[in-house]
């Protein structure tokens, strides 16, 4: 039976009209997760709009298409201009844009690419196998687990991105978290560091923070007189990108898996499982010192990692109608309109949607890789285009990115507030990417503590009971401790 | 480089010191108007985040004046300071960030998008010295039609 | 040299000023609606009742209209957070607002915003009712089980429901108002969430809307223990819904309880706005994509025009914010705004 769904989805796939909906809707995911300020969960969004009258199959072809290539078009930006085309790239640029300074731009890209390409075909191989099983597993996922997740996720990021002092990293991180907090609270409603202003009351949004953040420390970089000379990118041959990432198999798989299980948890997207798929490689790796400076196996693992969660963000839609990430939750208010009810009653109803799900996932990477190759060419010039030229347009492309989202100059404000910020941040070393991580996940930190609070009335000992927890305080507790050098104290005291 | 480093350690955590206490002051209001019992209030998070910072700020403080003290990092930063007021590269980045500032409060207000976009892009490209004005004329008039193009044709959405 | 081109900078910059101001003023002819896409915020997370409606009234409004109607989903605070989105635009008929009746008529009452219901005109669609239920093995069999598990331990039993003012939480304030009985209250940012909630354990029980869970009930996962309304609901698969009149007959005077969903634009838009939006409104709902969409999701039309719309919203605002004050959870008196019992 699932041999005969399969077949059946391949053929609709292959036929022309379908091919060519691929191949534009990926083409136009790349480009919208390129440019800064168009997300994902955005590029879903308007193509769910403009694809309503195709065939429902056709239509779902172009929303995946178009999901996987924003995903993955983010990295272009990270890697060549510092800036992450969507917040799932944030961790590429970390030794994405290294690399591009060093002339290894193209490398970098086409090895992004290419983990994002296998990133999402092992998803959808965890999709076919184990959808049940990994649907339970996010039923275990509850808010004491939420609470220690985010707190996991800024710590981690913390960690990784400062450069050895890590008090740095957090304070960036905490201070995201309050930046969340700004806004009416998700429990009661209640204004919070308002100022009576009724667009702040609303909350900052993420996309104008993230561009302001990331933007305007490169923007106003480039207004200094510098005699740099731009830089050369170096061509690269495509087997010594491979070789890379045979070399890197391991990572591959892991971040994959990683990304497979992050993608799942209802709630936490792409942005935490490229993260987190960083941070495993960087702990499990021989020299972590040279991560953040240009380590093919950091953006690798970083771009398999967000794009094998858009396979486990679509999991527990199938299974549950509950989506694992925002650009998921998108796709599953398109998979309701086309007549489709994800859900327990699914593999009754519609069997053969699972199956083709998968199989337009598995084109679109592949077309996603191909296209990727084709636009890279033409990216990886850009490094080349002056500065002077660049930057004016950048900074259009993010006032217009900032706007697009509510359609409010207020969310353009802010991005220009949080581009001062930003810039301060940098001038003072401070890493931006906890910070971006920390708004991404503060009101997940205050809601969550706040309802196993009222459940457990006031209690904290549910979360020295359930076991995901105790994981997690092991290792925020392990974390924060080895940078305080506490591990290499105890390893001198043995020796 | 270690002595930049502390000295952008020391007026960081200043600063952080600051917003940490402003951050306790406000929720200890919110917990205040909001009336629920502490661990349910809308202030309760913000607390807990602003201690958080409030003990870090000084962590780092304490780091940054392990070498010389205050009074060395003071002097510090009078020096770099004098440098930087006197250094072109900062009166070049301050320009441009009025410039992007009128961009974005006064002209997006008060000229159509495409209009404020091309003063904008043409006037800093001017600054920064991109090239020739011919150059910069046609760049700026090319991205502005496309950028005009693709966004409010191809994906129809309203521009500023 | 450097004078010569800053003079022709300036020289160009002022032509193209002039230039540009005359030639927008020339062009600017915005009299057809709609001339370009509308926004519709949905205030709530994808997937949930309201955005599941305010989709398909989107796609058949726009189809009919013969433009493009983007949702942009702005959850937040009870549905606020969106409505004031939309309060605060521009009144040219470019931003509408879809959301649940229940939570739009609340939000006054409940300290959320300063406007009313009545600073709205409305379109409304379709109606689903609240429904209790548990996941399938939950020790409550019956709603009778539930009832007297809450008049034992009052304050203890935890209902999962979709934020301050949400279907599900006013669903449960009228119950426990006329059974007088106590629940513990827990919030989350949407239905679908609270109901994944009460799947998975976190809380004893949810009273969110029925066509959020009519699947979870048809596969077995969840049990429907009653419904709030006057009569037993019978689902595609023989499964039997009680009316919650069966153990609280106190109840009959507020039911049907649930929520109804529609559209809604701030009152003060330009003629040409309505005339468009009527029409294509009264079309929608009999098109055959909408019919067909609240069937298969376990909606049940209720289609009204903004005449008899405000009428019924009226009467509900009445019932609900007073239903809020009366239990003590509205911060604010219903007479502050006008609205009479």
């Not at chain 1, 010192?289 to 963000?313: D, H, L, P, Q, R």
């Not at chain 3, 649930?258 to 709902?285: M, N, R």
Request: proline share 4%.
């Amino acid at each position: 039976m699932a041999i005969t769904y399969l077949l059946q989805s391949f053929g609709a796939v292959l036929s022309p009209m379908n091919l060519a909906v691929l191949l534009i809707s990926t083409f136009t995911g790349l480009v919208m997760g390129m440019l800064p300020g168009l997300s994902a969960t955005m590029a879903v969004a308007l193509l769910t709009g403009l694809t309503y009258s195709l065939s429902p199959t056709s239509a779902i072809i172009s929303l995946i298409g178009v999901y996987v290539g924003a995903i993955s078009g983010g990295c272009q930006a990270a890697i060549l201009l510092n800036i992450p085309g969507t917040p799932a790239s944030a961790a590429t640029a970390l030794d994405g844009f290294p690399l591009a300074k060093q002339g290894k731009g193209g490398l970098a890209v086409f090895l992004a690419t290419t983990a994002s390409c296998i990133g999402t075909l092992i998803s959808v191989i965890c999709v076919l196998a184990f959808t049940p099983l990994l649907t339970k597993l996010s039923l275990q996922f509850g808010s004491w687990e939420f609470f220690l997740l985010s707190l996991f996720g800024v710590v981690i990021c913390g960690n990784l991105t400062s450069k050895g002092n890590a008090v740095k990293g957090w304070i960036s991180g905490i201070i995201g978290l309050l930046v969340a907090q700004v806004g009416l609270d998700q429990v009661d409603a209640f204004p919070r560091f308002a100022f009576g202003n009724v667009n702040v009351m609303a909350g900052l949004a993420l996309i104008p923070i993230m561009i302001g953040l990331f933007g305007f420390p490169e923007i106003i970089k480039a207004f200094k007189k510098t005699e740099e000379h731009v830089l050369k990118i170096s061509k690269f041959k495509v087997s010594e990108g491979f070789t890379y990432i045979r070399q890197n198999t391991v990572a591959l798989i892991r971040s994959s898996l990683i990304g497979v299980c992050v993608g799942i948890i209802p709630g936490v997207g792409e942005d935490v499982g490229g993260w987190l798929s960083y941070w495993a490689t960087k702990s499990s790796s021989k020299d972590p010192e040279k991560f953040g400076t240009g380590e093919m196996s950091g953006v690798i693992s970083a771009e398999a990692g967000n794009n094998s969660c858009i396979g486990g963000a679509i999991i527990p839609i199938l299974s549950l109608a509950v989506p694992g990430s925002a650009p998921a939750a998108v796709l599953l208010a398109a998979f309701m309109m086309h007549g489709y009810r994800p859900g327990p009653l699914l593999m009754n109803e519609s069997p053969e949607f699972l199956y083709m799900v998968c199989v337009d996932l598995f084109m679109a990477a592949v077309a996603m890789w191909m296209i990727a190759q084709l636009v890279a060419k033409f990216s990886v010039k850009i490094l080349g285009v002056k500065k002077e030229i660049l930057m004016p347009i950048i900074y259009v492309l993010c006032i217009v990115g900032s706007y697009v989202i509510n359609h409010l100059m207020f969310d353009v404000k802010v991005m220009f507030f949080f581009g001062i910020v930003g810039f301060f941040l940098s001038m003072m070393e401070f890493p931006a990417a906890p910070f971006l991580l920390g708004v991404i996940l503060g009101s997940m930190t205050d809601s969550n503590l706040r309802r196993a609070l009222t459940i457990s009335e006031g209690s904290f000992m549910p979360m020295f009971q359930r076991p995901i927890c105790l994981v997690f305080l092991v290792a925020i507790l392990a974390l924060i401790l080895s940078q305080f050098g506490v591990f290499e104290k105890l390893k001198r005291k043995k020796v | 480089m270690e002595a930049k480093k502390k000295l952008q350690d020391f007026l960081s955590s200043i600063v952080v010191f600051a917003v940490s206490i402003f951050i306790l002051v406000e929720s200890y209001k919110i917990y205040l108007k909001a009336g629920k019992v502490f661990y349910l209030s809308a202030a309760f998070v913000p607390v807990l985040l602003g201690a958080l910072l409030l003990v870090l700020s000084v962590v780092l403080f304490l780091g940054s004046i392990k070498e010389g003290g205050v009074s060395a990092r003071t002097t510090e930063f009078q020096e770099v300071w004098q440098a930087m007021v006197k250094d072109n590269n900062s009166l070049r980045m301050l320009t441009g960030l009025i410039m992007m500032a009128i961009y974005t409060f006064v002209l997006l207000e008060i000229l159509p998008f495409w209009l404020a976009t091309f003063l904008f892009m043409f006037l800093l490209m001017f600054f920064l010295d991109a090239g020739s004005i011919t150059k910069i004329l046609i760049i700026t008039a090319v991205m502005d039609g496309l950028i005009v193009f693709l966004f409010q044709v191809c994906f129809r959405v309203p521009l500023p | 040299m450097q004078k010569k081109s800053l003079m022709a900078v300036v020289a160009i910059a002022a032509v193209v000023v002039v230039g540009g101001v005359f030639g927008s003023k020339f062009l600017n002819k915005e009299d057809k609606y709609p001339s370009r896409d509308i926004n519709m915020v949905v205030p709530w997370n994808p997937g949930g009742s309201t955005d599941l409606t305010g989709r398909a009234l989107a796609d058949a409004m726009g189809k009919n209209m013969g433009c493009n109607i983007v949702v942009t989903n702005t959850p937040g605070a009870g549905g606020s957070v969106g409505a004031l989105t939309v309060m605060k635009a521009d009144k040219d008929g470019y931003n509408i607002l879809a959301n649940g009746m229940l939570a739009l008529t609340a939000m006054p009452v409940l300290g959320y915003t300063e406007n009313t219901h009545k600073d709205w005109d409305y379109y409304l669609a379709t109606f689903t009712p609240n429904v209790l239920a548990v996941r399938a093995d939950s020790p409550y069999q019956t709603a009778q089980d539930l009832l007297d598990a809450m008049k034992a331990n009052p304050g203890a039993i935890t209902d999962g429901t979709g934020g301050m003012g949400s279907g599900g939480h006013l669903g449960i304030e009228v119950l426990c108002a006329a059974a007088g009985l106590e629940y513990k209250h827990v919030t989350y940012e949407g239905g679908s969430k609270a109901i994944t909630a009460a799947l998975a354990g976190e809380v004893d029980f949810t009273s969110q809307l029925l066509v959020e869970m009519q699947d979870m009930f048809v596969s077995g996962d969840m049990r429907a223990l009653a419904n709030f309304t006057a009569d037993d609901i019978i689902l595609e698969n023989g499964t039997v819904i009680p009316s919650i009149l069966n153990f609280v007959p106190e109840m009959a005077e507020k039911l049907p309880m649930g929520e109804t969903t529609g559209i809604a634009v701030p009152k003060g838009q330009p003629e040409q706005v309505y005339a468009a939006l009527d029409k294509s409104f009264e079309e929608a709902v009999k098109s055959e994509d909408f019919v067909n969409f609240c069937n298969t999701k376990g909606f049940i039309i209720n289609g009204m025009g903004r005449a008899d719309a405000a009428e019924y919203v009226d009467k509900l605002a009445s019932t609900v914010t007073w239903i809020l004050y009366d239990c003590g959870v509205a911060t604010k008196s219903p007479e502050e705004f006008g609205i009479q019992r």
